[in-house]
């Protein structure tokens, strides 16, 4: 089994940053695809961004790119998600995610059905 455990959301202004924390547990971190998705009210909860094990093959869904950054800390167990330049539509519940598959390439990453494990959740709402 994995534990994720997310901090680092809260309310912020249009335009701000944040980052979101997931430390892992349970599992050798290494050995774990990351990601991060993100749930509106009404809405599905859709992907974000993904980390691969090994050399950190990165991806994010359009809506993100150019402004959040996933990053993992393999001394602290840890994923984030740097988030700049901030809009309301960002406004979500946002999970981590882990699997212990190695998920190369978009269509993989971005599936939720290939992460069994999962975060609580941290609530992000940006105000405009």
């Known amino acids: 089994q994995v534990q994720l455990v997310e901090s680092g959301g809260g309310l912020v202004q249009a335009g701000g940053s944040l980052r979101l924390s997931c430390t892992a547990s349970g599992r050798t971190f290494s050995s774990l695809t990351m990601g991060w998705f993100r749930q509106a009210p009404g809405k599905e909860r859709e992907f974000v961004a993904a980390i691969s094990r090994g050399v950190g093959i990165t991806y994010y869904t359009d809506s993100v790119k150019g402004r959040s950054f996933i990053s993992r800390d393999y001394a602290k167990n840890t994923v984030y998600l740097q988030m700049n330049s901030l809009k309301p539509e960002d406004t979500a519940v946002y999970y981590c995610?882990?699997?212990?598959?190695?998920?190369?390439?978009?269509?993989?990453?971005?599936?939720?059905?290939?992460?069994?494990?999962w975060g609580q959740g941290t609530q992000v709402t940006v105000s405009s």
């Open positions: 995610a882990a699997t212990e598959t190695a998920l190369y390439g978009s269509v993989s990453t971005q599936s939720k059905s290939a992460y069994p494990y």
